[in-house]
C-alpha cells in the first residue's frame, strides 16, 4: 500500500468515525508489529512506525529492514483483526466522551424500533434507549416518530455505548423552558428550582435579573403561547409558573398558588413549615392526591403541613383542656391526706404511713388496694376513697370559671391561635 493511500485511509475513518488520527496510526503499527512477530516469532525484536506526513511504513528486524507485503496472509488476518479491535475501542471512546458532554442537555431523534415497551432513538450515528419508566404516562410513541428527550445517563458495556433517555427528569422541563423563552436562554430569567410528577403536574420557580422584565408573564408569553408549545410536548400536564423570592414564607405562599395562604410558620431546624388556610382553601392548596402540597414541598426544599382553621382551633382547644387537666391533676397532687375533709386523723396518719400521703393517690386507689394496708378492711377502703372523691369533686366546683373569666380565657385562645 501506497504512503498516500494509508493517509486517505486515515483521512477517511477521522471523519466518519470521529477517531483521533494518532489513534488510528497507533492501531496500524501495533497491528503490522503483531503480524510480523507473527511471521518472524514473538521473540524478535520487532519495530514498526509511520510517518504521519507521509505514510510510509518502516518495519525493521533488529537493523534489518523487511517489506511488509512479505508478511503474508495469516500475519495480514492477524494484523486486520488487531486493526478491528482498536477501531471499535477508539469508536466506543469517541462516542461515549461525545455523549458524556452531552448529559443533561436535550436532543432530538427518531424512535426506530421498540422492545418490551422501550423505544431505541436513532441519535444521528448513535443509537440510545427511552425505557418504559423514562416516558411520560399515558403517551405513545410510534416509529419513525420524531422525539425530543434529555439524556439521563452515558454507560460503556463491552465495546457498546448505551445512552439513556428520559423525557420525565425535571431536566427535560427545564430544557424545553430554555428553548422556548429567549429570555431564559440569554439568562435574563433564572430557573431557580423544578418539581415535576411527570404526567400530572410540574412547578417551574423563576426569578429576573432585570426588573422591568415579569419572569412569570414572559414564560407564560402573550395568551400564554409560549407556556402552550411546552404543554403540548409534555402532553397537556399542567404548569406552575411560581415567582420565586428569597424570603422562604412568601415562596411558600407562591408555592402553594391558586390556593390562599392565610399564614406561614417555618422550623428551619426541623426543616418543616405549618401553613394554616381558609378551610375552603384546604382541599385547593393540599391539591388531588395531594400533589399540589408534595410538588410545592419539593420545590422549596422542606416540608409543608397544611392546616384549616377549624384543625387549628380544635388543636388549641385540645391544648388548653390537656393544660387545664394537669393543673388540675398538679393541686390534687398538692393536698396533703390530713387536709381532705372529714377524713380522721388516724386514718390520714394510717394512709400516710402506707405511701397515700396526696389527695390525687387515695382518688386514683382501689378499695382492694387500700384494703391491703394493715388495719383497713375493705369498708374502711371504701369510705376513704369516698372521702377523697367527695373532697375532689368540692374543689372542682369551686375552681370552675365565672362568665368573666370564661370571656378572658376566650380571649386568650384567640391570641394564642392569631400568634
Not at 411558600?252 to 390556593?259: T, Y
Not at 390520714?348 to 390525687?360: K, R
Request: with cysteine; charged share 30%; net charge negative.
Amino acid at each position: 500500500m501506497k504512503g498516500s493511500d494509508l493517509l486517505r485511509i486515515v483521512d477517511q475513518m477521522h471523519h466518519e468515525k470521529n477517531i483521533d488520527r494518532e489513534i488510528i496510526f497507533s492501531g496500524i503499527e501495533a497491528a503490522l508489529q503483531l503480524a510480523t512477530q507473527k511471521k518472524f516469532g514473538e521473540e524478535t525484536q520487532v519495530t514498526v512506525t509511520i510517518d504521519r506526513d507521509s505514510g510510509e511504513i518502516h518495519a525493521l528486524k533488529g537493523e534489518e529492514v523487511i517489506d511488509p507485503t512479505e508478511l503474508g496472509r495469516i500475519a495480514a488476518q492477524s494484523a486486520k483483526q488487531v486493526m478491528i479491535q482498536k477501531i471499535r475501542e477508539a469508536e466506543c471512546n469517541a462516542v461515549f466522551d461525545e455523549y458524556q458532554a452531552l448529559k443533561g442537555d436535550l436532543v432530538h431523534g427518531t424512535v426506530q424500533r421498540f422492545e418490551g415497551g422501550a423505544a431505541t432513538v436513532t441519535l444521528g450515528k448513535s443509537e440510545a434507549i427511552l425505557p418504559r419508566g423514562e416516558q411520560i404516562p399515558g403517551e405513545t410513541h410510534h416509529v419513525g416518530e420524531r422525539i425530543k428527550a434529555v439524556i439521563l445517563d452515558v454507560r460503556k458495556v463491552g465495546h457498546r455505548v448505551k445512552i439513556i433517555l428520559s423525557r420525565t427528569h425535571p431536566d427535560f422541563v427545564r430544557r424545553l423552558f430554555e428553548n422556548e423563552i429567549p429570555e431564559i436562554a440569554d439568562r435574563t430569567i433564572e430557573i431557580k428550582a423544578v418539581a415535576r410528577e411527570a404526567g400530572y403536574r410540574t412547578k417551574v420557580a423563576v426569578s429576573s435579573i432585570d426588573l422591568k422584565v415579569d419572569c412569570v408573564g414572559a414564560c407564560v408569553g402573550v395568551r400564554g403561547s409560549r407556556i402552550k408549545n411546552i404543554v403540548e410536548e409534555l402532553g397537556g400536564e399542567k404548569i406552575d409558573i411560581v415567582r420565586w423570592n428569597e424570603s422562604s414564607q412568601i415562596l411558600i405562599g407562591n408555592s402553594l398558588k391558586p390556593a390562599e395562604v392565610v399564614e406561614v410558620a417555618l422550623c428551619f431546624e426541623l426543616g418543616r413549615a405549618t401553613v394554616l388556610v381558609n378551610d375552603d382553601q384546604l382541599s385547593l392548596a393540599i391539591g388531588k392526591r395531594g400533589l399540589n402540597v408534595r410538588l410545592a414541598a419539593e420545590l422549596i426544599g422542606a416540608k409543608i403541613d397544611i392546616k384549616s382553621e377549624e384543625e387549628v382551633k380544635g388543636e388549641v382547644a385540645d391544648a388548653l383542656s390537656a393544660m387545664l387537666q394537669e393543673a388540675m391533676a398538679e393541686s390534687r397532687s398538692q393536698v396533703n391526706v390530713h387536709d381532705i375533709d372529714e377524713m380522721p386523723g388516724e386514718w390520714a396518719d394510717t394512709l400516710e404511713a402506707a405511701g397515700y400521703d396526696d389527695l390525687d393517690s387515695v382518688v386514683n386507689a382501689t378499695s382492694e388496694d387500700l384494703s391491703a394496708i394493715d388495719g383497713v378492711d375493705e369498708e374502711m377502703a371504701a369510705q376513704m376513697i369516698e372521702l377523697a372523691r367527695k373532697h375532689e369533686q368540692i374543689e372542682e366546683q369551686g375552681s370552675e370559671e365565672t362568665p368573666e373569666e370564661e370571656e378572658a380565657g376566650e380571649q386568650a385562645q384567640e391570641e394564642a391561635q392569631v400568634e
